[in-house]
């Protein structure tokens, strides 16, 4: 279902544009039409531009990063959303911030239930998964390369957890604001909260 969530949201979001003047809201649309890891995509660029791992860019980064990454964009608009974002003045932003704040807006039901999923494979309880949670939850014996000899099981664990990893700094670790940034974009894509509450709920046996 999700690539067909995605061509629609790609293509919702492009409608969108034509409409909305907001700043913010046009940076957001041109990452959701590439879909859902569209957000994602615009992190990897950002880190690799942190040359000295600061993990915040100055306006001359903020540009180049978003030029890298064919968003389109005029300087002015460029500078508004620069300005919005940095809020102490400093020069500077925090793009874990930065990105947090383009996440699409999501009701309190679909965070309740995204929390639901994330406590029940954080076994441990301690607010972040690990392959050691998901031995109790995730059965990698189904997984094909699982099955045909390629992985181990361990490997199966980390690979399905670096789908939620943040994209420049797997881990093997997922935090609480990795899984919602990851269902941020999925979530963009449904309409429903209905229909995404189903959706968790049959993915991860809620």
């Known amino acids: 279902g999700t690539a067909r969530h995605d061509r629609e949201m790609a293509i919702q979001a492009k409608r969108n544009l034509s409409k909305t003047t907001d700043p913010v809201e046009r940076l957001r649309l041109q ?4 879909g859902s890891a569209g957000i994602k995509g615009l992190g990897r660029v950002f880190r690799i531009m942190d040359d000295d791992n600061s993990r915040t860019l100055d306006f001359k980064e903020f540009v180049k990063g978003l030029n890298d990454y064919a968003v389109m964009i005029d300087k002015e608009e460029a500078q508004e959303i ?25 009701s309190n039901a679909r965070k309740e239930i995204i929390m639901q999923a994330f406590r029940k494979l954080d076994k441990s309880g301690d607010g972040v998964i690990t392959i050691e949670d998901l031995r109790g939850v995730y059965n990698a014996k ?20 670096d789908n939620f990893d ?10 609480t604001e990795e899984f919602m940034n990851y269902y941020a974009g999925v979530s963009a894509s449904i309409d429903t909260d209905v229909y995404f509450i189903i ?8």
Request: with cysteine; proline share 6%.
């Open 166 to 175: 943040s994209p420049y700094d797997k881990d093997g670790k997922v935090t």
């Open 142 to 161: 189904h997984h094909p390369k699982y099955q045909n000899g390629d992985w181990t099981e361990d490997q199966v664990f980390r690979a399905f957890l």
């Open 82 to 106: 620069f300005r919005i974002f940095d809020k102490d003045g400093s020069g500077t932003i925090d793009f874990d911030e930065f990105l947090v704040t383009l996440r699409p807006p999501m």
């Open 199 to 206: 959706m968790m709920k049959n993915a991860w046996k809620l």
């Open 31 to 34: 990452c959701l039409a590439r």
